[in-house]
């Protein structure tokens, strides 16, 4: 045994409980562990009261496999040519990017209203609530609202979807706002400068990392969307000939080729995200 | 000597209850440098602020340059803070941009709405914002993003910024306070300076009592939103000091004989 040892601190010598909890029992830790139970218990109740309609699990799966071979593996061009391709992939980044491009202009001028530090509560109450009500429909539903009013179409989905992006983008930009430092605004305030100078001045260049990645996720989920309106609004491009050639022609040869166009476009966006993202942090 | 700036009867009342200022009455000549000092919490951020009205004051009356301000909104609000510079603990620059970017912001009062949004400053302002900063020592990081400058650096960036405003006041709140103690020194100096050369007339508020009795000319002891000293510093007595911070005061190391000693022998 080593001659001196350093003292130490034995639980005799504290007042500290037997036990110690790292974790105080409040109201949100209630909520939080009675969700998670209630879905473990619904997940559970699930898996046994599936209607699996006699299907056998192994031969199903096996079959699945077998048709994501042939989709995968040997795509090929029938009802279209690649340059065809081309230019429904190019129809659908169009739609995408138009309702980005309107959501983000209505959205910006709407989240100056929506932030808290720009405007009075109230406003800002009304806005978000708003704003909130339109979130919580999904794009596809818009869509077919309007599509009563312009008939199934690119028309509906470019309204559709430019109404939810500019709800979504009033909530991610005002949230932006509303993190810039008090002071930021407060030094502005007192040079005399109006509201609209501190915004372009301050809030702005302040905001602009957020705004932008905010942008560009929204642009990657509309590109997402621009291929589902095309198969279920009519809306054209890529998803049109993916429905055509899916639902149509039974042909799942050529949902492969499509499936390869919409992956690569995929992650040329997300390399570009990640370009921008890292340029303009500097 | 003319005044500046009276305050009368004025008090302050926040919506949670919080009696901040209370019937606090001063006034400041043109050109003096006056240091307010107390407790935290004693209410000298807000006494700063009612006087720019960042925050509006419930009773009394500020009269700034022989008018009556209080009831000032919108327009000529405006013009009258152009007449006011404030610096700030945190510096409060927008840290995106450049030195010269953040110091022309000290223009906006005077621009319209559109170009003062876009940003376009005339060649005017533009050689105002490097002399000043030139005269502050940062003629080098002229266009470096502020995020890239040092504590010290960015409070002359406000300094700059407050300045090109062509202000009558400046009101600094604890401009030292994030500083080491030689940044601090060389702030101070700034501000004294300004005070002697430009004839600005500052209201400083301090958290350092020997620091506000080597430069001040004048000091305002403020405490539970009340005036309890206003005074030369060479009249500020140990009992004063007690009175401005509570019991607190022997925790302040402070020693006021000490200190007079210091100043009779510079003399
Ligand atoms: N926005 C506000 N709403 C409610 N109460 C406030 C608000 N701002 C300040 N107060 C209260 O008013 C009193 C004076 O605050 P003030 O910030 O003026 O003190 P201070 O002397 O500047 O303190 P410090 O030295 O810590 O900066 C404090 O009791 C504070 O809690
Ligand atoms: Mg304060």
Not at chain 1, 16 to 31: D, E, F, G, H, R
Not at chain 2, 110 to 134: I, P, R, V, W
Request: charged residues 15%; aromatic residues 8%; positive net charge.
């Amino acid at each position: 045994m080593s001659m001196k040892e350093p003292p130490r601190i034995s639980p005799a010598m504290t007042s500290a409980p037997a036990m110690i909890k790292t974790k105080k029992l409040t109201k949100s830790n209630i909520v939080i562990r009675t969700t998670m139970t209630v879905l473990a218990l619904l997940t559970i109740y699930g898996f046994f009261t599936f209607n699996n309609q006699n299907l056998k699990f192994w031969p199903s799966l096996m079959a699945t496999f077998a048709n994501f071979k042939t989709v995968f593996i040997q795509p090929h061009f029938n009802h279209f040519t690649f340059s065809q391709a081309v230019e429904g992939v190019t129809v659908t980044l169009a739609l995408g990017l138009l309702t980005t491009i309107v959501g983000a202009v209505v959205a910006f001028f709407l989240s100056l209203l929506a932030a808290e530090n720009l405007t009075n509560k109230t406003t800002s109450n009304i806005v978000k609530t708003i704003v909130a009500i339109i979130r919580a429909v999904p794009t596809v539903l818009w869509v077919l609202i309007f599509a009563i009013a312009a008939g199934l179409g690119s028309v509906a989905a470019v309204i559709g979807m430019s109404f939810h992006s500019i709800s979504y983008l009033t909530k991610a930009y005002s949230e932006s706002f509303e993190e810039i430092d008090e002071g930021a605004i407060e030094a502005l305030k007192a040079t005399g400068a109006g509201w609209w100078q501190i915004v372009f001045q301050s809030i702005v260049p302040n905001a602009l990392t957020s705004l932008i990645s905010w942008t560009f996720m929204r642009f990657e989920v509309n590109f997402g969307v621009a291929v589902a309106m095309g198969a279920a609004a009519g809306a054209g491009g890529i998803g049109y000939e993916m429905f055509m050639a899916g639902a149509f022609y039974f042909d799942i040869r050529e949902m492969g080729t499509i499936t390869y166009f919409i992956l690569a476009i995929a992650i040329v966006l997300e390399i570009l995200s990640t370009q921008i993202k890292a340029r303009i942090r500097i | 000597m003319t005044t500046l700036l009276e305050m009368k009867h004025v008090s302050k009342k926040y919506g949670n209850g919080t009696v901040a200022l209370s019937d606090v009455n001063f006034s400041v000549n043109e050109g003096e440098f006056v240091s307010v000092i107390g407790p935290s919490g004693a209410g000298k951020s807000t006494l700063l602020r009612c006087i720019n009205k960042m925050i509006q004051a419930t009773d009394g009356e500020v009269i700034f340059d022989s008018v009556n301000i209080s009831g000032f909104k919108g327009r000529s609000l405006r013009k009258l803070r152009t007449k006011i510079g404030m610096i700030f603990q945190n510096y409060n620059l927008v840290e995106r941009l450049s030195v010269i970017e953040n110091v022309l912001h000290g223009r906006l009062g005077y621009k319209s709405m559109l170009s003062g949004s876009l940003g376009l400053f005339t060649n005017d302002e533009k050689q105002q914002a490097y002399h000043l900063l030139e005269m502050l020592g940062l003629k080098e990081q002229i266009y470096q993003r502020c995020d890239q400058l040092s504590g010290g650096q960015k409070q002359r960036v406000g300094i700059a910024r407050a300045l090109i405003q062509n202000p009558k006041l400046m009101l600094c709140d604890e401009p030292i306070a994030s500083l080491d103690p030689s940044s601090a020194k060389t702030i101070m100096d700034h501000l004294k300076n300004i005070s002697d050369s430009l004839k600005i007339t500052v209201l400083i508020n301090l958290h350092q009592v020997d620091i506000a009795m080597n430069y001040a000319d004048r000091i305002i002891g403020v405490s539970k939103g009340q005036i309890v000293f206003n005074g030369a510093p060479s009249q500020l007595t140990s009992g004063d000091i007690k009175t401005i911070y509570g019991s607190d005061a022997s925790n302040l190391m402070i020693n006021i004989e000490n200190h007079d000693r210091v100043k009779v022998a510079e003399k």
